[in-house]
C-alpha cells in the first residue's frame, strides 16, 4: 500500500499538470502604454479585422517644437489565432514633419504582466536627397 500512494500522486498530478500549462493568457492591445522614457500611448479597441487606433505622445523629440499628442493607426493579428501577437503601427507626428513605424509583439511575462517589445522608424522630412541619408532613424 506504502507504494501505490507515490503512483497515486504522480498520477493525479500527471492529470493536472496539463490543465495547467494549456491556460494561456492573452496579450490584449487596447489599453494605456507607458514605456521606459515616459512616452504614453492609448490604443482603443481593436476590430474585427484587427485593425486599431488610438493617440501617443512621446517624452522625447528631436525638434524645438512643443511636443503635442498624435494619432496613430495600426493592425494586429487577431488575439484568438495567436496568444502574444504581432502588431504595427504608424505615428503621424502632430509637430514635426515626420512619422514613424512601429512593429512589435505583445508578450505575457512570468508573472502575468503584458510587456510590448517594438522597433521603429522614423522619417523626417528632409528639402533634397542630398540629405537622405539622415531623415531615416530606427530603434
Request: net charge neutral.
Amino acid at each position: 500500500m506504502v507504494q501505490e500512494t507515490p503512483f497515486l500522486l504522480l498520477f493525479c498530478l500527471a492529470l493536472v499538470a496539463p490543465s495547467l500549462s494549456a491556460r494561456k493568457v492573452t496579450c490584449v492591445l487596447t489599453g494605456v502604454w507607458v514605456n521606459d522614457l515616459g512616452s504614453n500611448m492609448t490604443i482603443g479597441a481593436v476590430n474585427g479585422k484587427g485593425e486599431f487606433t488610438g493617440t501617443y505622445y512621446t517624452a522625447v523629440t528631436a525638434t524645438n517644437n512643443e511636443i503635442r499628442e498624435s494619432r496613430l493607426q495600426g493592425s494586429q493579428h487577431l488575439s484568438n489565432q495567436k496568444s502574444q501577437p504581432t502588431f504595427g503601427f504608424t505615428v503621424h507626428w502632430n509637430f514635426s514633419d515626420s512619422i514613424t513605424v512601429f512593429t512589435g509583439q505583445c508578450f505575457v511575462d512570468e508573472d502575468r504582466k503584458e510587456i510590448l517589445k517594438t522597433m521603429w522608424l522614423l522619417r523626417s522630412h528632409t528639402d533634397n536627397i542630398k540629405n537622405d541619408w539622415k531623415a531615416t532613424r530606427s530603434g
